[in-house]
T-cell receptor, first 117, second 118 residues
Framework: GAVVSQHPSWVICKSGTSVKIECRSL??????MFWYRQFPKQSLMLMAT?????????EQGVEKDKFLINHASLTLSTLTVTSAHPEDSSFYIC?????????????FGPGTRLTVL | AQTVTQSQPEMSVQEAETVTLSCTYD???????LFWYKQPPSRQMILVIR??????QNATENRFSVNFQKAAKSFSLKISDSQLGDTAMYFC???????????????FGKGTHLIIQP
């Protein structure tokens, strides 16, 4: 199956700093990528849809100025958590459907654990 | 907006037994996709099985099968001959079909923690 990578796998930062998380599709192109957040012992919640060449679309309640998304190419999307605070500590997961996939499958990255001190 | 409900926070069965995880959903769409994902302790999401709503036949993948009841909006997962490696969180997920604007994200249920006892 297709492979999606995330970098870093974990990060610890101080409150008030910004953190960038990368999501890469390694062996396919993805015009769309998705970002999810998962709190401990909870489900995945869709945060935003990253679109190559256009602005990201955010789910209701997600602050677009706090979670900046840039889909720089057909294989890379980045999520920047700006002015991070302890409540932003979470597990962030990206996913990508290959191209204009007819089978509607999405491939998930391994996730990034963010801890804000 | 779609909602997905998993009413079993945790289940525990003995190895080799059969277990069924329940999932219900709510949507006004007639065509959509349903998925079961497995999340082991590594937290890597793994697709277990997929069902297209327009297909009446229930999907099967080796020891995994679903009971899809479209009218009842029910999508349960049956695991036969359960193995220790099946221990994980299982999430039911809903997705609208691709449109001219591309893919939609997934809406997940809260998950069921399945424990397979030796």
């Amino acid at each position: 199956g297709a492979v999606v990578s995330q970098h870093p796998s974990w990060v610890i930062c101080k409150s008030g700093t910004s953190v960038k998380i990368e999501c890469r599709s390694l062996d396919f192109q993805a015009t769309t990528m998705f970002w999810y957040r998962q709190f401990p012992k909870q489900s995945l919640m869709l945060m935003a849809t990253s679109n190559e060449g256009s602005k990201a679309t955010y789910e209701q309640g997600v602050e677009k100025d706090k979670f900046l998304i840039n889909h720089a190419s057909l294989t890379l999307s980045t999520l920047t958590v700006t002015s991070a605070h302890p409540e932003d500590s979470s597990f962030y997961i990206c996913s990508a459907p290959p191209g204009t996939s007819g089978n509607n499958e999405q491939f998930f990255g391994p996730g990034t654990r963010l801890t804000v001190l | 907006a779609q909602t997905v409900t998993q009413s079993q926070p945790e289940m525990s069965v003995q190895e080799a037994e059969t277990v069924t995880l329940s999932c219900t959903y709510d949507t006004s769409e007639s065509n959509y996709y349903l998925f079961w994902y497995k999340q082991p302790p590594s937290r890597q999401m793994i697709l277990v099985i997929r069902q297209e709503a327009y297909k009446q036949q229930n999907a099967t993948e080796n020891r995994f099968s679903v009971n899809f009841q479209k009218a009842a909006k029910s999508f349960s997962l049956k695991i036969s001959d359960s193995q220790l490696g099946d221990t994980a969180m299982y999430f039911c997920a809903f997705m609208n079909p691709w449109s001219g604007g591309g893919a939609d994200g997934l809406t997940f249920g809260k998950g069921t923690h399945l424990i397979i006892q030796p």
